[in-house]
């Protein structure tokens, strides 16, 4: 019998006849062994439920899903709105056009071949690699790289052909039906109809909020951004099978289609808008043959005294928008004065619209209000006879300045009319003297009529882009010069002088306004003391040709408190200035068809020009016809223009020729301010 080895005792010398007791298969192991199978058993089957449930269940809905990743749904642009004039004749209209659009999300993933398709893309489009990229980079950071990036709007025809044959090299990258705007009158009114743009990254912050998404194309300036409303239109949806790539493997499928985008009447007439640009290059040719070489800007604006109605709105220099249709390049820009601020210089800023933005002293054409304020205020008999000498010093001004008139040879008494109608400037600096003079408690009575007549504040024309102008006060000057502003001279340079009356009541000093205003004041003479509300839209049309609901215009304000026998001698002395012999714009509407009145101004300004700062006149004409039933009031101004009657009314008279359907002849000899 073998021997059992016994903890403590030594081993057997024949150890290989130890055996060892089998392994015992205690209770607690066996519950353990049966709950693990019981947990592997149990995981097993839920595997297999779940498998069952994505194959047999689900099935059907991730194939759907796995079919939905194959396609893509893309954005359907919508034409926008076209812009007419009041009688129907378009001025912005679109062209359909294929564009290069690229999807970031279907580039390569590898670096150098994505790199190498992007450059490859640029050099083909040739649009800059640095335009595309930013363009990603914008979108990644909108943490959207679904939507495409539209690399070029207008593709031509032998780019889309490349593109079409080489899709293949091209990973994510489609050719798209998209929109530009045409012109079919060229550059016709540039800056009042605007231009129109991809959305921007700020933008889109805002307008987000209102359905508009990345890339998409708004309004920028003008008309086309004020009323983009009504222009823009809703972009449709469509889906497009892709591969694995992003490249497209069928035809587009139409899900919503898009909503053109209304039509937007103006009060525009086409024809008007034509002679006020020729008026106005007319006027700046003129300048020029008088050595003016500096005349190279201006603005006419024509409009309906009883409503407000913008006729026409001319600004130069000007632009052709066509550059913004094709492949925009800095070049082109730069040549046209649309690009850096270099050229934008030598161009003389043609972006700017200068019947609303130009801010410059009227000179002479401010006289009627001058004229109005004083008899209203009561320091003025328009009857009454005053001095019209060469020069004028103020007798309580200590420094003898003397201040004098644009005729150095006139010596007579004048009447109000008179001195309208001749623009005496040292009757007016007279009239401003006494301004001066009026106790305190009057306050600046000059200012408040300004005011009252739309200076120092946009005129409420419903185009963006205008500026306020200036009328100054004490409280203005006060304001202006402080010891932080003005270190050297704050103490005398703030205080309100006799000169700054003298200055306000010729319209010049620090009064600044813009021809817009201008245009807003003479319709208030014209139609006996009114305020109208300028305005372009007309109307807005469904594509079925159904009016839209649109704001109402004001309604024409009457000047409170204005007496109407005070304007009606302002009147008689705007007609004097274009019938008396001695009036400033005889010469030019001396012996015009139809009766008009108006009043000349030369306004002087320090201005910079290449090379030298320098005081440049600035020609101004304002008026209005046919006298006693006013249906147009005219305002015209160029810049650098010399003589308000020779180069401002002669572009004024264009345009009253054009809508009174005359030919002008001119008097004869211009002896003007």
Not at 42 to 69: E, H, T
Not at 599 to 614: H, N, S
Request: glycine letters at 10%; proline letters at 8%.
């Amino acid at each position: 019998m073998a021997s059992v080895a016994v903890p403590g005792q030594a081993k057997p010398e024949d150890a290989d006849d130890v055996v060892v007791e089998p392994y015992r298969l205690t209770p607690k192991l066996a519950r353990r062994i049966a709950l693990l199978s019981a947990l592997l058993l149990i995981g097993f089957a839920a595997l297999l439920l779940r498998l069952w449930d994505l194959q047999v269940l689900a099935g059907p809905q991730y194939a759907v899903k796995a079919q939905a990743n194959q396609l893509r749904t893309i954005s359907v642009p919508a034409p926008r709105g076209s812009i007419v004039d009041r009688n129907g004749d378009t001025l912005v209209s679109n062209q359909a056009v294929t564009a290069v659009e690229l999807w970031p999300s279907s580039l390569p993933k590898d670096t150098a071949r994505r790199d190498a398709e992007l450059r490859s893309l640029a050099h083909v489009t040739r649009v800059r690699l640095h335009d595309i990229t930013k363009a990603i980079v914008t979108r990644r950071h909108e943490n959207d790289m679904l939507d495409p990036v539209v690399v070029r709007a207008n593709a031509p025809a032998g780019l889309v052909t490349y593109m079409q044959e080489r899709a293949s090299e091209f990973q994510g990258v489609g050719l798209e039906r998209s929109y530009v705007r045409t012109y079919p009158h060229g550059a016709l009114a540039t800056q009042l109809l605007g231009g129109v743009g991809q959305i921007s990254t700020p933008e889109l912050k805002v307008l987000s909020k209102q359905g508009y998404q990345p890339g998409e194309v708004i309004g920028q300036s003008g008309v086309e951004h004020s009323f983009n409303t009504y222009l823009q239109g809703v972009p449709g949806s469509a889906r497009v099978r892709v591969d694995s790539l992003g490249r497209p493997r069928s035809a587009h499928t139409l899900v919503t289609p898009a909503q053109p985008g209304q039509t937007v009447r103006l009060t525009l007439d086409t024809g008007l808008q034509l002679a006020a640009e020729q008026g106005l290059q007319e006027g700046i040719r003129i300048a020029h043959g008088q050595g003016l070489w500096a005349a190279d800007g201006g603005a006419v604006v024509a409009m309906n005294p009883n409503t407000g109605a913008i006729l026409a709105l001319a600004s130069a220099p000007t632009y052709d928008p066509s550059i913004y249709t094709g492949r925009v390049t800095q070049k082109k820009l730069d040549a046209a004065g649309l690009g850096s601020a270099k050229s934008a210089l030598d161009h003389n800023y043609p972006v700017i619209n200068r019947a609303l933005a130009a801010e410059y002293p009227p000179g002479s054409t401010f006289k009627p209000l001058t004229a109005i304020a004083a008899m209203q205020q009561g320091i003025l008999n328009p009857y009454s006879l005053l001095p019209c000498t060469g020069t004028y010093v103020a007798p309580e001004d200590k420094g003898h300045r003397v201040w004098h008139n644009w005729d150095p040879n006139i010596d007579q008494g004048m009447n109000l009319t008179t001195a309208l109608a001749y623009s005496c400037d040292t009757y007016f600096y007279r009239v401003g003297n006494n301004f001066f003079l009026l106790p305190p408690k009057f306050g600046q009575p000059e200012q408040k009529w300004a005011r009252a007549f739309g200076f120092g504040a946009p005129s409420g024309i419903d185009v963006g882009g205008e500026y306020p102008g200036l009328v100054p006060t004490i409280g203005w000057r006060e304001r202006t010069y402080t010891r932080k502003t003005d270190h050297c001279c704050w103490q005398v340079d703030r205080i309100w002088k006799p000169g700054d009356n003298i200055q306000l009541a010729i319209g010049q000093g620090d009064l600044t306004v813009t021809p817009i205003q201008m245009t807003r004041f003479y319709a208030a003479i014209a139609n006996g003391g009114k305020l109208v509300t300028p305005h372009v839209l007309m109307d807005v049309e469904n594509p079925n040709k159904t009016l839209v609901p649109t704001a109402a215009t004001p309604a024409p304000k009457p000047i409170p408190g204005l007496n109407q026998g005070y304007l009606n001698v302002v009147q008689q002395g705007l007609y004097d200035g274009t019938h008396l012999s001695i009036g400033t714009s005889y010469g030019v509407f001396g012996n015009f068809p139809v009766p008009i009145a108006g009043k000349t101004g030369t306004a002087q300004k320090v201005v910079t020009l290449p090379g030298v700062v320098r005081e440049e006149d600035q020609a101004w004409w304002c008026g209005y016809g046919p006298v006693g039933d006013p249906k147009l009031v005219v305002c015209a101004w160029i810049e650098n223009g010399g003589h308000g009657g020779t180069a401002a009314a002669p572009a004024a008279e264009k345009v009253f020729a054009k809508f009174f359907n005359v030919s002008p002849k001119q008097a004869g000899y211009i002896h003007s301010d």
